[in-house]
């Protein structure tokens, strides 16, 4: 986070795409975090999805979960703010 959550997605892009952390849960569950600071929801969203997907652990699924709702709550929010003014 020294440099920014850009420059933190840049550096998980890039290790994902060359496959070494294609399948390790928490490599997705960060990059949906840095993509969610940065605004980036579709991708926060997807980056979730992926990480629940590979996660073997209750209470990390749990996690996962909630972060997923929150996501949802936080757009439901803007879109409310949009449509009000």
């Known amino acids: 986070m ?3 959550p850009e ?6 892009d890039a290790l ?3 496959g070494e952390l294609a399948g ?6 960060a990059r949906a975090d840095l ?3 940065l605004g980036k929801t579709a991708e926060a969203r997807s980056s ?3 990480a629940l997907a590979l996660t073997q652990q209750e ?3 749990r996690f996962l979960e ?14 409310s703010e949009v449509l009000n003014g």
């Open 2 to 4: 020294r440099d920014g």
């Open 7 to 12: 420059a933190g997605l840049r550096l998980i």
């Open 16 to 18: 994902v795409a060359a």
């Open 24 to 29: 390790y849960h928490l490599a997705h569950a």
């Open 35 to 37: 993509c969610r600071r």
């Open 48 to 50: 979730y999805e992926k």
């Open 59 to 61: 209470p990390e699924r």
């Open 66 to 79: 909630n972060r997923l709702k929150e996501l949802k709550s936080e757009d439901a929010c803007r879109n």
